[in-house]
């Protein structure tokens, strides 16, 4: 019942901007966007979070459209150590009973 | 300061034993909550305690179950294993259960059911 949709896989060279593109079409006016990525048999990283704006910090970029149904994060020089499967989730702002719903996520590849 | 720890990072058990995993979550964090990630079925959510109770279930048969103590750390218990619960079982904690505050997740147990 994941409510995004990804591109199961993705390369990008190591240098350039990788952008992981999600679908939220349903997504309601509480929810936020997540992004977090997965190095091979770690525990899930934090990367960034939004709900309206676009949103930067020191790893990443996080652009939203306006009507919010889809959003693209941005890896502005991208690493071979941003190798990773990336995933986008929705949460809900209302307090109480959370969970991440987890879908397949995007498998990034950074080639030399 | 010190992230969210899960003891112990890797186990073998056998089927039809139980087994305990613990988690200690960030200082401060009162919400924490599991997930199992196998290859064939991702990540999935276990359950989330919040002050000690436990507000959302995912879709696990009884024999998964937890608990949290008053200081926020966690345990989850497995009754008679399976082959089927090997997995990675992770931990993430959070600050509280808004919409606003991310999770942080733990490296996971490594279980393996033999």
């Known amino acids: 019942d994941a409510k995004t949709t990804q591109p199961t896989s993705m390369d990008c060279a190591e240098g350039r901007a990788a952008n992981l593109p999600c679908n939220h079409s349903t997504i309601s006016g509480n929810e936020y966007v997540y992004w977090y990525r997965q190095i091979h048999s770690q525990g899930p990283q934090y990367i960034i979070h939004?709900?309206?704006n676009n949103e930067t910090n020191e790893m990443a970029s996080l652009i939203i459209t306006e009507d919010r149904k889809s959003s693209t994060l941005i890896l502005p020089h991208a690493t071979l150590r941003d190798t990773a499967v990336y995933y986008c989730i929705v949460r809900s702002t209302i307090q109480g009973a959370q969970k991440l719903v987890f879908g397949q996520g995007t498998r990034l590849t950074i080639n030399p | 300061k010190a992230g969210v720890t899960q003891t112990p990072r890797y186990l073998i058990k056998t089927r039809g034993q139980q087994v305990t995993l613990s988690c200690s979550p960030i200082?401060?964090?009162?919400?924490v909550s599991w997930y199992q990630q196998t290859p064939g079925q991702g990540l999935q959510f276990l359950f989330e305690?919040?002050?000690?109770?436990?507000?959302n279930k995912g879709n696990f048969p009884g024999r998964f179950s937890g608990r949290q103590f008053s200081n926020s750390r966690s345990e989850m218990n497995v009754s008679t294993l399976e082959l089927g619960d090997s997995a990675l079982y992770l931990c993430?904690?959070?600050?509280?259960?808004?919409?606003?505050?991310?999770?942080?997740f733990g490296s996971g147990t490594r279980l393996t059911v033999v």
């Open positions: 993430a904690s959070s600050l509280g259960d808004r919409g606003s505050y991310g999770y942080t």
């Open positions: 305690y919040f002050s000690e109770t436990q507000r």
């Open positions: 939004g709900l309206k």
């Open positions: 200082s401060g964090h009162r919400s």
